[in-house]
């Protein structure tokens, strides 16, 4: 991959505006996002003990130039960048200040 290719990646800032479980399939929700001059839905797995009231509002990546696809039934428009711990946690990727404005690219 060159750097030609990553700047080709549309990478914004985005807020987490609602979660909602997806019936019937477990660990997985549809996460509605705020990306700064829309809002979209993302399908996103969680861990099963997640704290949902504690994600609305965080701030989280999201990449939103790919083509949305279904998941589990439902129409992802974005990708939440997670990644797993030693134990197996998904964990957000987020900025380190939550001062970052929603919509902005990262670079």
């Known amino acids: 991959t060159n750097f030609q290719q ?6 914004k800032i985005g807020e987490i505006l609602v979660v909602e479980k997806i019936p019937k399939e477990k660990g997985f ?6 990306i700064g001059y829309k809002k979209i839905e993302a399908v ?6 997640q704290d ?3 994600i609305v509002g965080k701030k989280v990546c ?13 129409i992802s428009e974005g990708l939440i960048l997670l990644v797993r711990n030693k134990i197996g946690e998904i964990i957000f990727i987020e900025p380190d200040s939550q001062d970052v404005e929603v919509g902005l690219k990262i670079h």
């Open 6 to 11: 990553f700047q080709c990646l549309d990478i």
């Open 62 to 74: 999201v990449l939103v130039n790919i083509k949305p696809r279904k998941i589990k039934g439902h």
């Open 29 to 34: 929700y549809i996460l509605q996002l705020n």
């Open 52 to 54: 949902l009231k504690k």
């Open 44 to 49: 996103c797995q969680l861990n099963k003990n």
